[in-house]
Protein backbone atom coordinates (compact mmCIF):
# COMPACT_ATOMS: atom_id res chain seq x y z
CA UNK A 1 0.00 0.00 0.00
CA UNK A 2 1.64 3.42 -0.86
CA UNK A 3 0.33 6.63 1.39
CA UNK A 4 -0.37 8.19 -2.28
CA UNK A 5 -2.35 11.20 -1.65
CA UNK A 6 1.01 12.75 -1.57
CA UNK A 7 2.23 11.55 -5.12
CA UNK A 8 1.44 14.35 -7.45
CA UNK A 9 2.08 16.74 -5.22
CA UNK A 10 5.17 18.54 -5.04
CA UNK A 11 6.44 19.08 -1.18
CA UNK A 12 5.22 22.03 -0.04
CA UNK A 13 7.69 24.63 -0.22
CA UNK A 14 9.24 25.53 2.76
CA UNK A 15 12.12 28.13 4.16
CA UNK A 16 14.20 25.11 4.96
CA UNK A 17 14.01 24.52 1.36
CA UNK A 18 15.46 28.59 0.73
CA UNK A 19 17.98 27.40 3.68
CA UNK A 20 19.09 24.31 2.11
CA UNK A 21 20.33 25.58 -1.41
CA UNK A 22 22.43 28.49 0.57
CA UNK A 23 24.08 26.16 2.60
CA UNK A 24 25.61 22.39 2.61
CA UNK A 25 24.79 20.61 -0.63
CA UNK A 26 25.03 16.63 -0.63
CA UNK A 27 25.76 16.48 -4.45
CA UNK A 28 28.89 18.96 -4.52
CA UNK A 29 30.51 17.27 -7.00
CA UNK A 30 34.09 19.72 -6.17
CA UNK A 31 33.70 18.85 -2.68
CA UNK A 32 33.38 15.36 -3.14
CA UNK A 33 36.90 14.87 -5.25
CA UNK A 34 39.39 17.02 -3.30
CA UNK A 35 37.49 16.34 0.25
CA UNK A 36 35.77 12.96 0.25
CA UNK A 37 32.06 12.22 -0.01
CA UNK A 38 28.87 12.12 1.67
CA UNK A 39 26.23 8.90 2.07
CA UNK A 40 22.83 8.13 3.74
CA UNK A 41 22.63 6.32 7.11
CA UNK A 42 20.12 4.45 8.11
CA UNK A 43 21.04 2.83 11.59
CA UNK A 44 19.40 0.41 13.03
CA UNK A 45 16.22 1.82 13.01
CA UNK A 46 13.28 0.18 14.38
CA UNK A 47 9.34 1.12 13.50
CA UNK A 48 6.23 0.22 15.75
CA UNK A 49 2.85 1.56 14.31
CA UNK A 50 1.18 3.49 16.61
CA UNK A 51 -0.81 1.83 19.12
CA UNK A 52 0.41 -2.02 17.75
CA UNK A 53 1.97 -4.45 18.96
CA UNK A 54 4.52 -5.88 16.46
CA UNK A 55 7.30 -3.96 14.78
CA UNK A 56 7.10 -3.42 11.20
CA UNK A 57 11.10 -2.80 11.00
CA UNK A 58 13.46 -4.16 13.49
CA UNK A 59 16.72 -2.85 13.70
CA UNK A 60 17.00 -1.71 10.26
CA UNK A 61 20.75 -0.37 8.76
CA UNK A 62 21.94 0.35 5.40
CA UNK A 63 24.22 3.06 3.95
CA UNK A 64 24.44 4.24 0.15
CA UNK A 65 26.87 7.09 -1.02
CA UNK A 66 26.21 9.66 -2.59
CA UNK A 67 25.34 9.30 -6.61
CA UNK A 68 24.92 5.46 -5.87
CA UNK A 69 21.81 3.47 -6.99
CA UNK A 70 20.22 1.30 -4.11
CA UNK A 71 17.51 -1.40 -4.96
CA UNK A 72 15.65 -3.22 -2.06
CA UNK A 73 13.78 -6.35 -3.24
CA UNK A 74 11.90 -8.89 -0.87
CA UNK A 75 8.57 -10.42 -0.09
CA UNK A 76 5.58 -8.30 -0.53
CA UNK A 77 4.15 -7.76 3.08
CA UNK A 78 8.24 -7.69 4.43
CA UNK A 79 8.31 -4.22 5.04
CA UNK A 80 9.57 -2.09 1.83
CA UNK A 81 7.46 0.99 1.48
CA UNK A 82 7.52 1.19 5.03
CA UNK A 83 11.43 1.74 5.14
CA UNK A 84 10.99 4.36 2.18
CA UNK A 85 7.75 6.10 4.22
CA UNK A 86 10.59 6.49 7.24
CA UNK A 87 12.93 7.95 4.97
CA UNK A 88 10.52 10.48 3.36
CA UNK A 89 9.62 11.85 7.26
CA UNK A 90 6.31 10.53 6.82
CA UNK A 91 6.64 8.35 9.36
CA UNK A 92 9.29 8.58 12.63
CA UNK A 93 11.37 5.69 13.22
CA UNK A 94 10.47 4.37 16.85
CA UNK A 95 14.22 4.25 17.68
CA UNK A 96 17.52 4.08 15.65
CA UNK A 97 18.32 7.40 13.48
CA UNK A 98 18.51 8.46 9.34
CA UNK A 99 21.09 10.58 8.95
CA UNK A 100 24.02 12.42 6.41
CA UNK A 101 27.39 11.84 7.31
CA UNK A 102 30.54 13.01 5.26
CA UNK A 103 33.78 11.43 4.89
CA UNK A 104 37.01 12.39 4.28
CA UNK A 105 39.27 11.10 1.36
CA UNK A 106 40.31 8.32 3.39
CA UNK A 107 36.97 7.13 4.93
CA UNK A 108 37.12 8.63 8.27
CA UNK A 109 33.96 10.56 9.23
CA UNK A 110 34.10 14.42 9.41
CA UNK A 111 32.31 16.04 11.61
CA UNK A 112 28.78 15.04 13.30
CA UNK A 113 26.17 13.62 10.91
CA UNK A 114 23.07 15.71 10.04
CA UNK A 115 19.36 14.31 10.39
CA UNK A 116 17.98 13.53 7.32
CA UNK A 117 14.90 15.84 6.77
CA UNK A 118 11.78 15.11 4.67
CA UNK A 119 12.98 18.76 2.35
CA UNK A 120 16.31 16.82 1.21
CA UNK A 121 14.09 13.79 -0.06
CA UNK A 122 11.69 13.46 -3.24
CA UNK A 123 9.56 10.15 -2.97
CA UNK A 124 7.56 8.77 -6.15
CA UNK A 125 4.88 5.98 -4.51
CA UNK A 126 3.60 3.23 -7.06
CA UNK A 127 1.50 4.22 -9.41
CA UNK A 128 1.77 7.51 -9.22
CA UNK A 129 -0.21 8.93 -12.20
CA UNK A 130 -3.13 7.81 -10.41
CA UNK A 131 -2.91 10.71 -8.05
CA UNK A 132 -2.62 13.28 -10.81
CA UNK A 133 -4.99 16.79 -9.71
CA UNK A 134 -4.06 19.34 -12.53
CA UNK A 135 -6.10 19.84 -16.01
CA UNK A 136 -2.29 20.69 -17.70
CA UNK A 137 1.05 19.47 -17.18
CA UNK A 138 2.22 23.06 -15.92
CA UNK A 139 -0.76 23.04 -12.69
CA UNK A 140 0.49 19.52 -11.77
CA UNK A 141 4.16 20.58 -11.16
CA UNK A 142 3.38 23.79 -9.93
CA UNK A 143 0.55 22.42 -7.57
CA UNK A 144 1.36 23.30 -4.08
CA UNK A 145 4.23 25.92 -5.01
CA UNK A 146 3.82 29.22 -2.76
CA UNK A 147 1.46 31.84 -4.03
CA UNK A 148 1.86 35.03 -1.37
CA UNK A 149 3.77 37.60 -3.23
CA UNK A 150 6.30 37.64 -0.43
CA UNK A 151 7.49 34.40 -1.81
CA UNK A 152 8.16 35.62 -5.40
CA UNK A 153 12.02 34.92 -5.16
CA UNK A 154 11.16 31.67 -3.92
CA UNK A 155 8.72 30.88 -6.77
CA UNK A 156 11.35 32.63 -9.36
CA UNK A 157 14.18 29.76 -7.92
CA UNK A 158 11.33 27.00 -8.45
CA UNK A 159 10.85 28.25 -12.08
CA UNK A 160 14.26 27.92 -12.99
CA UNK A 161 14.90 24.44 -11.21
CA UNK A 162 11.30 23.71 -13.80
CA UNK A 163 13.26 23.97 -16.60
CA UNK A 164 16.02 21.86 -15.55
CA UNK A 165 13.53 18.98 -14.34
CA UNK A 166 11.44 19.03 -17.54
CA UNK A 167 14.66 18.64 -19.78
CA UNK A 168 16.26 15.75 -17.44
CA UNK A 169 13.03 13.50 -17.61
CA UNK A 170 12.70 14.38 -21.23
CA UNK A 171 9.67 16.04 -21.04
CA UNK A 172 10.79 18.90 -22.85
CA UNK A 173 9.43 17.49 -26.20
CA UNK A 174 5.90 18.23 -25.02
CA UNK A 175 3.61 20.85 -24.55
CA UNK A 176 2.90 22.28 -20.44
CA UNK A 177 -0.60 22.67 -21.52
CA UNK A 178 -1.66 18.98 -21.92
CA UNK A 179 -3.54 16.79 -20.13
CA UNK A 180 -1.05 14.56 -17.44
CA UNK A 181 -4.19 12.51 -18.17
CA UNK A 182 -3.56 11.94 -21.79
CA UNK A 183 0.26 11.29 -21.39
CA UNK A 184 1.64 7.76 -21.93
CA UNK A 185 2.42 5.86 -19.16
CA UNK A 186 5.85 6.25 -19.35
CA UNK A 187 5.63 10.06 -19.87
CA UNK A 188 3.21 9.86 -17.18
CA UNK A 189 5.99 8.22 -14.79
CA UNK A 190 8.21 10.73 -16.50
CA UNK A 191 6.07 13.88 -15.22
CA UNK A 192 5.90 12.16 -11.33
CA UNK A 193 9.49 12.17 -10.95
CA UNK A 194 9.83 15.95 -12.59
CA UNK A 195 7.87 17.11 -9.47
CA UNK A 196 10.01 15.64 -7.44
CA UNK A 197 12.92 16.82 -9.32
CA UNK A 198 11.67 20.50 -9.30
CA UNK A 199 12.33 20.65 -5.31
CA UNK A 200 16.06 19.49 -5.75
CA UNK A 201 16.27 16.62 -3.75
CA UNK A 202 19.38 15.37 -2.31
CA UNK A 203 17.57 11.43 -1.76
CA UNK A 204 15.33 10.02 -4.60
CA UNK A 205 13.21 7.35 -3.41
CA UNK A 206 11.18 5.22 -6.03
CA UNK A 207 8.64 2.72 -5.33
CA UNK A 208 7.93 0.19 -7.83
CA UNK A 209 8.64 2.76 -10.50
CA UNK A 210 7.96 0.09 -13.44
CA UNK A 211 4.76 -1.60 -11.90
CA UNK A 212 1.83 -1.54 -14.55
CA UNK A 213 4.06 -0.18 -17.36
CA UNK A 214 4.10 -1.86 -20.55
CA UNK A 215 7.46 -2.96 -22.53
CA UNK A 216 8.25 -0.28 -24.57
CA UNK A 217 7.68 2.75 -21.30
CA UNK A 218 9.54 0.37 -18.74
CA UNK A 219 12.25 0.53 -21.34
CA UNK A 220 12.12 3.89 -21.16
CA UNK A 221 11.66 4.45 -17.48
CA UNK A 222 14.73 2.43 -17.09
CA UNK A 223 16.94 4.87 -19.50
CA UNK A 224 15.97 8.01 -17.90
CA UNK A 225 16.74 6.14 -14.23
CA UNK A 226 20.25 5.62 -15.82
CA UNK A 227 20.83 9.67 -16.96
CA UNK A 228 19.45 10.06 -13.14
CA UNK A 229 21.69 8.28 -11.52
CA UNK A 230 24.74 10.83 -12.72
CA UNK A 231 23.40 13.36 -10.55
CA UNK A 232 21.42 12.12 -8.10
CA UNK A 233 21.22 9.01 -5.06
CA UNK A 234 18.54 7.11 -6.05
CA UNK A 235 17.40 4.44 -3.55
CA UNK A 236 14.29 1.87 -5.56
CA UNK A 237 12.19 -0.43 -4.07
CA UNK A 238 11.30 -2.92 -6.49
CA UNK A 239 10.28 -6.53 -7.73
CA UNK A 240 11.67 -6.03 -10.96
CA UNK A 241 15.18 -6.87 -10.91
CA UNK A 242 16.18 -8.20 -14.15
CA UNK A 243 15.59 -4.43 -15.34
CA UNK A 244 17.20 -2.65 -13.07
CA UNK A 245 20.09 -4.93 -12.48
CA UNK A 246 22.55 -3.07 -14.55
CA UNK A 247 21.94 0.32 -12.77
CA UNK A 248 22.09 -1.56 -9.17
CA UNK A 249 25.25 -0.28 -6.53
CA UNK A 250 24.27 -1.91 -3.73
CA UNK A 251 21.23 -4.16 -3.40
CA UNK A 252 19.26 -5.34 0.40
CA UNK A 253 17.06 -8.69 0.63
CA UNK A 254 14.21 -7.47 2.94
CA UNK A 255 13.03 -10.51 4.70
CA UNK A 256 9.46 -10.43 6.64
CA UNK A 257 9.48 -8.63 9.80
CA UNK A 258 11.51 -5.90 8.14
CA UNK A 259 14.99 -7.47 8.47
CA UNK A 260 17.43 -6.18 5.67
CA UNK A 261 20.52 -8.10 4.46
CA UNK A 262 22.59 -6.56 1.93
CA UNK A 263 23.04 -9.25 -0.75
CA UNK A 264 23.61 -9.38 -4.55
CA UNK A 265 20.39 -9.80 -7.15
CA UNK A 266 19.24 -13.31 -7.23
CA UNK A 267 19.49 -12.37 -11.08
N1 LIG B 1 0.15 1.60 9.83
C1 LIG B 1 0.24 0.26 9.83
N2 LIG B 1 -0.22 -0.43 10.89
C2 LIG B 1 -0.11 -1.77 10.92
N3 LIG B 1 0.43 -2.51 9.95
C3 LIG B 1 0.88 -1.87 8.87
C4 LIG B 1 0.83 -0.46 8.75
N4 LIG B 1 1.38 -0.11 7.57
C5 LIG B 1 1.76 -1.26 6.97
N5 LIG B 1 1.45 -2.32 7.74
C6 LIG B 1 1.77 -3.72 7.45
O1 LIG B 1 3.18 -3.80 7.44
C7 LIG B 1 3.61 -4.80 6.53
C8 LIG B 1 4.65 -4.20 5.60
O2 LIG B 1 3.99 -3.35 4.64
P1 LIG B 1 4.77 -2.68 3.43
O3 LIG B 1 3.76 -2.00 2.58
O4 LIG B 1 5.88 -1.85 3.98
O5 LIG B 1 5.36 -3.97 2.70
P2 LIG B 1 6.11 -4.08 1.30
O6 LIG B 1 7.30 -4.91 1.53
O7 LIG B 1 6.33 -2.72 0.72
O8 LIG B 1 5.04 -4.85 0.43
P3 LIG B 1 4.77 -4.79 -1.18
O9 LIG B 1 5.97 -5.42 -1.85
O10 LIG B 1 3.54 -5.62 -1.34
O11 LIG B 1 4.54 -3.36 -1.54
C9 LIG B 1 2.37 -5.31 5.85
O12 LIG B 1 1.99 -6.51 6.48
C10 LIG B 1 1.34 -4.22 6.11
O13 LIG B 1 0.04 -4.75 6.13
Redesign the pocket.
Known sequence: ?FAAATVAIPPAVSPSLAKRNRGFSWSCRAERISAGYSQLEVRKVSYR?PG?EQN?LNETSLTLQEKSFGLIF??????????LQLLAGLSEPTSGSICIQKYDGIGNPTGLSELLTSQRVGIVFQFPERYFLADTILEEITFGWPRQKADFLLREQLTLKLQNAIHSVGLNTISWDEDPQSLSGGFKRRLALAIQLVQTPDLLLLD?PLAGLDWKARADVVNLLKDLKKDHTILV?S?DLRELCPLVDRSWR?EMGGILKEEALPV
Request: avoid cysteine.
Open positions: MPTLGRSGSGKTTLEVHM
